[in-house]
């Protein structure tokens, strides 16, 4: 596992979740490793070529599993080793049968996904995670909303014109689409002129 405190921190100090290492219950049951007896390890990899693993021990389908895995200190401190039981509990779905939730080992919560900050495994409640919207400035978020809209529709990020519709689109999806992208681009031209009043954007 990484150093303390890995994955990335917004302006407060707080980690941010999207860049944590995340255990999501219902891939680790879709693996097998609550089997009892089951042994594997679980990896993560980033783009920036850093990689980080842990191993999984089954209990069984109703007692969840044991996590397995090394800390090493960022301040040079000697490595230790962690391996805590991580419960499951099962509620039923609404058109039958069941699904599974970690019940976290900080506050007992019921969550779908744990993640991997410092040296334990929590929910994003416990390790106080933000969202990467949170850390984004206002006119940010205003660029990200158009950015996805443009791309649902199989344009570009960041091209500044509507895309045309995608083959296979209704049109009335494709008019909300375009409303909300024109709202978008209206807020970030709206965020300019306010910033620097004399961009000659009216």
Known sequence: MGGWGS?????KGRPVESESMDLDVNKVRRAGCFAEGHQ?????????????SISL????ERQGVTLAYTVSSNTGAEPFSVREHIGVEWTPCRFG???????????GDRVMKLYGVGARYRCRKCHRLTYRTQREKAHDRIQTRANKIRQKLGGERGVDKIPPKPKGMHWRTY???????????????DYLRRRWPGCGLG
């Not at 994955?7 to 302006?11: F, K, Q």
């Not at 008019?175 to 031209?189: N, Q, S, V």
């Open 40 to 52: 594997s390890g679980w990896r993560w990899r980033w783009s920036h070529g850093r990689e980080c």
């Open 175 to 189: 008019d909300r689409h375009c409303r909300e992208l024109y709202a978008a681009d209206d807020a970030f031209y």
């Open 97 to 107: 049968g069941e699904r599974p939730w970690w019940l976290c080992p900080g506050c």
């Open 57 to 60: 021990h089954g209990q069984g």
């Open 7 to 11: 994955g990335g921190w917004n302006d």
